[in-house]
């Protein structure tokens, strides 16, 4: 995990319709169509109850983390992507636990995320840091592929 940045991406970043545009080719490269948000990314970005956290190496983009909290309650994971020439790297791990502890500063008293039964290494680096599987959503990405509910509490004394 050589020379491993996290930076947090801010709506005035002056370099920001650059970097959008690279997090829409990651998009584009790693998720089917359907489950992509290359369309919608921008948008998606600027919500006002949103972040994203992204890790580059030499000034360039390896993964990103996009998280929401639409109550100050609970928070979800909306994307988690690290390229492919960048992963067991520890960026998922990185960008994950920042995407927490960003949760945890907004008093947020769960996290929750989707994540496809068949991604082994996702589920363990989920597991890892200590989400556990709610339930089984059926046809939840496509008719032949099902996603597992996962969260994380926090105490709340």
């Known amino acids: 995990m050589a020379n ?3 930076v947090e991406l801010h709506r ?7 970097l959008v545009e690279e997090f829409v080719r990651i998009e584009k490269r790693l998720f089917p169509k359907h489950e992509s948000l290359a369309k919608s990314f921008e948008e998606e970005a600027k919500k006002k109850n949103s972040g994203l956290i992204y890790t580059q190496i030499g000034g360039e983009v390896a993964g990103y983390v996009m998280y929401s909290w639409p109550s100050s309650l609970c928070a979800s994971i909306t994307k988690l992507a690290v390229k492919e020439n960048c992963r067991r790297q520890g960026h998922g791990e990185a960008l994950l636990k920042a995407a927490v502890e960003k949760c945890k500063t907004r008093n947020i008293q769960r996290i929750s995320l989707h994540v496809d039964p068949s991604r082994i290494a996702a589920m363990n680096l989920y597991k890892k840091l200590g989400f556990q599987v709610d339930c089984l959503v059926e046809r939840y990405y496509s008719s032949d592929r099902n996603a597992y509910i996962m969260y994380l509490d ?3 004394d």
């Open 4 to 6: 491993l940045e996290l």
């Open 12 to 18: 005035n970043s002056r370099n920001w319709g650059k």
């Open 154 to 156: 926090f105490d709340t």
